[in-house]
């Protein structure tokens, strides 16, 4: 069974800053695209940044400079640096990722739980 867990989110004043991490454990043959999602209340579920199929990266416009993905191979970990903060950035963020288990020969979409990221004062 493959699984993704997040964890670092939680509550943050406006300009302050976060480090989200999702790991992903299970029976995986190998990973291809790792990214972050994220879904305000009312609002649909939008890319914030994932890695592509080439290993290249795209961030939404809203984020650029402020965040950034990175990646740890040797433990199928995906993380988020979020740097100053704004209320806007305030959501449930998700990690999804295109997996193939060992019992499969084709690659599946995975989701995190998702983890709440509150941006207050």
């Known amino acids: 069974q493959v699984q993704l867990v997040e964890s670092g989110g939680g509550l943050v004043q406006p300009g302050g800053s976060l480090r989200l991490s999702c790991a992903a454990s299970?029976?995986?043959?190998?990973?291809?695209?790792m990214g972050w999602y994220r879904q305000a209340p009312g609002k649909q579920r939008e890319l914030v940044a994932a890695f592509t199929s080439d290993r290249s990266t795209n961030y939404a416009d809203s984020v650029k400079g402020r965040f950034t993905i990175s990646r740890d191979n040797a433990k199928n970990t995906v993380y988020l640096q979020m740097n100053s903060l704004k209320p806007e950035d305030t959501a449930v963020y998700y990690c999804?990722?295109?997996?193939?288990?060992?019992?499969?020969?084709?690659?599946?979409?995975?989701w995190g739980q998702g983890t709440q990221v509150t941006v207050s004062s």
């Open positions: 999804n990722a295109a997996i193939r288990p060992i019992t499969k020969i084709m690659y599946r979409d995975y």
């Open positions: 299970g029976s995986i043959a190998s990973i291809n695209t």
